[in-house]
């Protein structure tokens, strides 16, 4: 028992070290905001993080602190306490998972600070609002657009499909999967070979793919629920001599040299689906909290996608 006291003790002091990191403690402000990130090592969360510093940066008297759960739900609930004794006036959470987080949300909903819930959500609405992407809506985006892939390549609805898997039990992959079968279990032929788990991960992913190529000879398609993960598994196959036997389509489509539309412009990922930051979103939405009282903001904001190929890569890369 002491022993936990003590592990709990460790990871609240070692996420008060986190945020002396990510803000500045000079800055004068009138509003504190803390953005608990989930982590910080997948590109997506990256992007994440730049867009909402540049964004509160450009209100002069607001101060944002960025903490990393670095993929760790006991770090981030630990992270979380720490803010509600900081007393911000507004708290922003990417939860890393959806039932480990709910009571630490609730904890900071009966402290009276408005939460907004960033993309992905957790078990119970302990929040302002969520702001979020439909997953589900995605997956059959990616799933209808594999569909029509196979159709074309054997004349009927057929192939066999590899399913790279993000993190367990989150709402993203969760719905990213279901969103893909809503799609393929209405065809018999279409058949899922194997699902691998790379939580999120384009080295974990690479090797997942590594040892599936050595066991399954025929693959028409690599689904992987994000484009890292995609593009890891694509490298396996490449090392492999085999990148040409089979195509790949991820989701997240972020801007840049390393994003996902990038990759589809390369021709290295057939398809993907962008999934937006939600980030211009939250501080519209948060930035009306702070600043009026009278502000009753909607339980839910829904964020649109997009599909992404070849077709249609270059226009949006610009």
């Not at 800055?27 to 953005?35: D, E, H, I, N, T």
Request: proline share 5%.
């Amino acid at each position: 028992m002491i022993s936990r006291v003590f592990a709990r003790i460790f990871l609240v002091l070692f996420g008060v070290g986190l945020i002396a990191g990510c803000t500045s403690q000079s800055k004068p402000y009138r509003y504190l905001v803390v953005f608990s990130q989930c982590n910080n090592s997948e590109p997506y969360r990256a992007a994440q993080n730049a867009a909402m510093q540049k964004l509160w940066e450009e209100q002069p008297d607001v101060r944002l602190v960025v903490m990393d759960a670095q993929q760790d739900s006991v770090r981030q609930i630990a992270q979380i306490e720490t803010a509600i004794r900081m007393k911000p006036q507004l708290l922003i959470v990417a939860p890393n998972e959806r039932a480990p987080l709910t009571e630490v949300m609730k904890q900071a909903m009966e402290a009276h600070i408005p939460v907004l819930c960033l993309e992905r959500d957790i078990v119970e609405p302990y929040y302002t609002s969520w702001i979020r992407v439909d997953n589900r809506a995605i997956g059959r985006i990616i799933g209808q657009y594999v569909l029509d892939y196979l159709t074309k390549k054997y004349g009927e609805p057929r192939g066999n499909i590899v399913e790279i898997a993000g993190l367990k039990g989150v709402e993203g992959e969760t719905n990213r999967k279901l969103g893909a079968h809503d799609i393929w279990d209405a065809y018999p032929k279409i058949k899922t070979v194997t699902e691998a788990v790379a939580n999120w991960s384009q080295s974990l992913a690479k090797d997942r793919m590594t040892e599936i190529l050595s066991a399954v000879p025929q693959i028409d398609v690599v689904y992987g629920r994000n484009d890292p993960m995609a593009m890891g598994a694509y490298l396996a196959a490449r090392e492999q001599g085999r990148d040409k036997e089979m195509i790949f389509v991820g989701i997240d489509g972020l801007a840049g040299e390393a994003g996902g539309v990038r990759k589809v412009q390369e021709g290295l990922l057939a398809a993907t689906c962008i999934y937006p930051l939600c980030v211009d979103k939250a501080v519209e939405i948060g930035t009306k909290i702070l600043r009026d009282p009278t502000f009753d903001p909607d339980k839910v904001y829904t964020i649109s996608s997009e599909l992404v190929t070849s077709a249609n890569a270059a226009t949006v890369y610009k």
